[in-house]
């Protein structure tokens, strides 16, 4: 009977309520649109950290875990590796530089990342060779790179950087393609340390026999489930160190938390409002019926039937409704340029797509409330 009195209105009604799914398919592009862009700009600052193939990362004492104002010694390095429970140790470098493409494509910023050759830090190659010689001006590029520029293993891209006051050109050769690995909003090129130490910008290049400085360090564990024992040893055996691990050192970017909170409140916002909409819309409905459901009540319809039959509505307009907006998020994500920062992993739509299927009913709960009030001779004038 439930089913039948839901499906029934919807049908005689279907313009209203088709126009009130659209309502709820718009809020839904809006909730999936948002937690998109919260995994992308998350990911524009993290990827490659994400995806480092390390347990612990090394930094400068009091640099609040910043890869760009964190220095270390290689005598930093010899003691961080001889250390029991140390598996691996690759020493990074971070800067920032200019690509320039010799098949004519647009220039791309760029993080030039420094690593050693088949260490911790260093990306594994999907086409071509990984990175082999510490002293070969050879480069793993992002795969972002790639697609944009049209690039293949074996191009050659030139690498623009400032040093003194002065603009200089490399040229690198492409030995090998990686996944996305954006570092700060850039897609990234991976050189072997010396050459980015040789390469990257330079305030001063009077000193050439200035030692080269790594940013910070990454470690392979023989157990990764001890990090934590032996982030807090090394702590306390080598100097002038701080160690995180790969959460805490993207969550310490300057303004990830405040990019994350300020979208998750939006998100919050708008389950808000889809909550008022829908309560609002269907209070209305309950208000223009309440004749009707007299009419049923003084027929022997029970309290359960009705609120089974107002329950069933609003899941279905929910679903609809969400339904919709799903697809239409699905087909402006494919048209969207590469350059929006919209990612969306299943987890985070699988959650969006679960509180707006949530709030349907939550939202719907004065409607219902409403409709059990009903008096059958009160509304039907007697």
């Known amino acids: 009977m439930a089913a039948y009195l839901s499906f029934k209105e919807i049908w005689r009604n279907k313009g209203r309520y088709l126009l009130f799914s659209m309502v709820i398919a718009l809020i839904t592009v809006l909730v999936l649109f948002t937690a998109g ?4 700009l998350a990911s524009a600052n993290k990827e490659y950290l994400e995806k480092i193939n390390a347990d612990l990362l090394v930094f400068q004492e009091d640099t609040g875990f910043s890869t760009l104002e964190s220095r270390l010694d290689y005598n930093t390095l010899k003691q961080v590796r001889r250390w029991e429970g140390v ?15 010799t098949n004519g494509a647009e220039p791309i910023d760029v993080s030039l990342i420094g690593v050693e050759p088949g260490k911790p830090g260093a990306p594994p190659a999907f086409e071509g060779e990984a990175l082999r010689s510490k002293q070969s001006k050879t480069t793993i590029v992002d795969g972002r790179i790639a697609g944009q520029a049209n690039l293949q293993v074996g191009d050659t891209v030139v690498v623009k950087t400032t040093q003194g006051a002065e603009d200089e050109f490399y040229e690198l050769k492409v030995s090998g393609i990686t996944d996305g ?29 200035a030692p ?14 001890a990090k934590i024992e032996i982030g807090q040893y090394l702590e306390s055996r080598v100097d002038n160190i701080e160690i995180a ?67 069933l509505q609003i899941i279905f307009v929910t679903i609809f409704g969400v339904a919709i907006g799903g697809l239409a998020t699905l087909g402006m994500a494919f048209g969207l340029p590469s350059s929006v920062p919209i990612v969306f992993t299943g987890t985070a739509v699988l959650i969006a797509v679960v509180a707006l299927l949530l709030i349907g009913p939550i939202g719907g709960l004065v409607s219902i409330r409403l409709a ?4 059958p001779l009160r509304a039907l004038g007697m």
Not at 213 to 224: K, T
């Open 37 to 40: 862009l919260g995994e992308g």
């Open 87 to 101: 598996a691996d140790v690759g020493a990074i470098g971070f800067s920032n530089v200019t690509i320039l493409f």
């Open 181 to 209: 690995r954006q570092y700060f909003f850039q897609p990234s090129v991976f050189v072997p340390l010396e050459i980015w130490d040789e390469i990257r910008p330079k305030a001063d290049i009077t000193n050439n026999n």
């Open 212 to 225: 080269l400085l790594p940013n910070i360090l990454a470690i392979q564990l023989q157990n990764p489930a």
């Open 245 to 311: 691990d790969i959460k805490t050192t993207y969550e310490a970017a300057p303004g990830y938390a405040e990019q994350q909170s300020t979208l998750n409140t939006m998100k919050g916002f708008t389950f808000l409002i889809g909550v008022l909409v829908i309560g609002g819309f269907f209070q209305i409905q309950t208000l223009q019926k309440v004749a009707q459901i007299g009419m049923l009540k003084a027929i022997g319809t029970s309290n359960h039937a009705v609120a089974n039959a107002a329950i």
């Open 372 to 375: 059990l009030k009903v008096e």
